[in-house]
């Protein structure tokens, strides 16, 4: 077997043209208690993910980041579909995971699985932070890249408690729509099968896909360099 070991120049961050994306930060996926944190929680604890994701935020507002997050719902409509779902998405709309009572209304979001954890909410509740519209199965079926766009945003520093699922389809579409992609390696877990991990599959296709495979601390100090050289322009 032939390892596949080429590797492009290092990735250099520019401050004015790089956003912070988070995929599915929502109860559900990282508090205690829900739907689909048993199927992670051990990764989540082995990689530190919440701790990393609240590290991943505060460097974004140290440093005038914009931040953008992708939130998964499902509404009662979605039990309407008259297609056959995927194993994962079959579990997660039937289980009632990151549920919501109605598109026109958020009263049942606040301390639900769908809303954001408590830890992060400073981080998120300002003008600097912009959560789009959700997406459906794993895709970015939402304005993502648009309102990237209309940021002038080339380059996201992506990460996420689903990193096989979700976080990587995100990440395969924004590359096709011509985005550079830092993934952070530890602020994300997944969830494993008879097959194997999730977590490792991801790595694997992360290594051969994206600009960039960082640890939390080395982003920061990315994201903090780039910062600097930005001010002293």
């Not at 297609?83 to 009632?96: F, K």
């Not at 109605?102 to 769908?114: K, T």
């Not at 590359?175 to 993934?183: A, H, L, N, Q, Y």
């Amino acid at each position: 077997m032939t390892i596949f070991t080429h590797r492009t120049p290092e990735l250099q961050l520019e401050k004015e043209r790089t956003a912070l994306v988070l995929v599915d930060i929502q109860n559900d996926f990282l508090t205690e208690g829900g739907k689909y944190y048993v199927l992670i929680e051990d990764l989540l604890r082995q990689n530190n993910v919440n701790a990393n994701l609240e590290a991943l935020l505060r460097a974004a507002k140290d440093h005038g980041y914009p931040v953008f997050m992708s939130p998964h719902y499902f509404f009662p409509h979605d039990h309407k579909g008259k297609t056959r779902l995927s194993p994962m998405e079959d579990l997660a709309l039937h289980g009632g995971v990151v549920s919501r009572e109605s598109p026109l209304h958020m009263h049942d979001v606040p301390g639900g699985g769908a809303d954001i954890p408590d830890r992060f909410r400073k981080y998120m509740e300002d003008e600097n932070t912009t959560v789009v519209s959700r997406h459906v199965t794993y895709a970015p079926t939402n304005d993502l890249a648009y309102m990237l766009r209309r940021r002038k945003i080339e380059t996201v520093i992506m990460a996420g408690p689903v990193a096989n699922l979700c976080l990587e389809d995100h990440m395969r579409n924004l590359i096709r729509d011509g985005f550079e992609t830092v993934m952070v390696r530890d602020a994300v877990a997944a969830a494993a099968n008879e097959e194997g991990s999730g977590l490792d599959a991801a790595m694997v296709n992360w290594r051969f896909m994206a600009n960039a495979v960082w640890s939390t601390e080395k982003t920061i100090q990315q994201m903090a360099e780039a910062a600097k050289g930005a001010t002293a322009v």
